[in-house]
């Protein structure tokens, strides 16, 4: 840019890593061959699995993706209200920005919208969003970053004028524990006097409503889970059957988390070439495919302060299936 010109209002970062197909191979190598078996979520989202994760919002039993919705659809004024009217929305996995614009909308009504950053793993997503949300919001700026956060987190630019770091969709939930507080606790360092984190979290609620949410009559969460097997067969030469295994949800109580798993129908081996693996499940055996913890206000609170947080706003559906709140440092 020409000393004195006018700031371009999309800048998009590109910060892909160009290993990627390496990381997926050592983390799948160490899940298929630990005890038990386990691959990470994020191999659900190829181009097929964002489709069905897409029907299953729309399911009656998924209630979750509506509930956040209409709190953010209700409420948006007081959360900006409550983060101190921040100039600066950065949202970590920010897709298409549905449900965000309710707090670009509040934000400009508050006459704070200044930046908003959106943080995701699709480059073309990124730009199609920011060019859309530069029409419908004159004067916005946007300073995007293309990235898998979960490593570059600290690229995230600052925008000024007091940020709103927003994590939606319960995504916090599917790490363990250690995990989670570490993730917050990252982010709690990138947050500046006046800085908000916005974090969307499930609640805990009758066993029958969470088991049903993740394993639907009509079966379209049985076929996301399995769509993780095609994934494989595609990226790392692997002949996965979906149809020996079945797909298994069930709440555990204790640990207050759904666990989600795929079983082995009958004693199998599973060839891998791009791993040079073979491996075998025996029948009944199974392989996590994902977790989704659920909380209560005190649990959640608690989770804050591990992390080096301190509670700042909680906001419910009417409902009261879903939270999203506010913390600081």
């Known amino acids: 840019m020409t000393p004195g010109a006018a700031a371009e209002p999309i800048e998009i970062d590109v910060r892909l890593r160009a290993d990627g197909g390496v990381a997926m191979a ?41 509930a956040e919705r209409q709190i953010l659809a209700q409420r948006s004024g007081e959360i900006v209200a409550a983060a101190g009217e921040p100039g600066t929305l950065v949202e970590l996995g920010s897709g298409s920005a549905a449900k965000t614009r309710h707090l670009l909308t509040a934000m400009r009504e508050a006459g704070c919208l200044s930046t908003y950053v959106p943080v995701d793993i699709s480059e073309e997503i990124t730009h199609e969003t920011a060019e859309s949300l530069v029409e419908e919001y004159p004067g916005l700026t946007i300073r995007g970053l293309v990235c898998d956060f979960e490593h570059d987190l600290e690229r995230i630019p600052n925008g000024g004028g007091g940020r709103l770091v927003a994590f939606l969709g319960g995504t916090i939930g599917n790490l363990f524990p250690d995990a989670r507080r570490d993730f917050l606790a990252r ?7 006046g ?15 969470l088991e049903a949410a993740y394993d639907d009559a009509d079966g379209v969460t049985a076929e996301f889970n399995k769509n993780v097997l095609l994934v494989l067969n595609r990226e790392l030469g692997g002949d996965f059957d979906p149809d020996r295994f079945e797909h298994v949800a069930r709440y555990d109580a204790e640990a207050a988390r759904m666990d989600i798993r795929l079983r082995s129908l009958e004693d ?7 791993l040079d693996l073979t491996v075998r499940f025996g029948a009944g055996e199974e392989m996590r495919t994902e977790i989704s913890s659920k909380f209560t206000r ?16 909680w906001f419910t559906d009417p409902a009261g299936d879903y939270a999203l709140s506010l913390a600081s440092v």
């Open 187 to 193: 982010i709690g360092a990138l947050l500046e006097p």
């Open 298 to 313: 005190e649990r959640l609170e608690a989770v804050y302060e591990e992390a080096g947080l301190r509670p700042d706003g």
């Open 195 to 209: 800085d908000r984190i916005l974090l969307g979290t499930d609640l805990v609620k009758e066993t029958e409503r």
């Open 268 to 274: 199998q081996l599973v060839r891998l070439d791009g």
């Open 26 to 66: 050592r983390e799948v190598r160490l899940g298929l061959t630990a005890k038990p078996k386990q691959l990470s979520p994020k191999y659900f989202y190829d181009e097929r699995g964002s489709q069905l994760f897409e029907q299953i919002t729309e399911l009656d039993e998924y209630y979750p993706t509506r």
